[in-house]
């Protein structure tokens, strides 16, 4: 799986957003409340859980109470969309969660 991962993930940030990825988009980001929102632009931005940590000057189990619920959300967004949570399984999460945060950005 994680090869399947590694050969799909470069691929995907590089296709032209689908009707379905705005779809996930919209549905992923308004489920968010503003400091998960705030911990998707950190992590998008490429920063680690202590990072984050201290920037948002919360504790460390607040930072990764925020992860698990944005992959959470993710994938709830991908199995409204696709009937399924298959897709969630073969793509780097934090990658795509990066390129629905760009393709939100360009609507």
Known sequence: MDTVKQSITPRVSLLKPTNKEYLIAGIFLSSLT??????LILITD?????MIHE???IEQKTVERH?????????????????????????NQKTYMARLVNIAAEA
């Open 34 to 39: 503003l400091r998960e929102y705030e911990t």
């Open 46 to 50: 490429g920063f680690s859980n202590s």
């Open 55 to 57: 920037i948002m000057q």
């Open 67 to 91: 992860i698990s619920e944005l992959y959470s959300k993710l994938k709830g967004a991908i199995y409204t969309s696709e009937g399924s949570t298959e897709f969630y399984g073969m793509v």
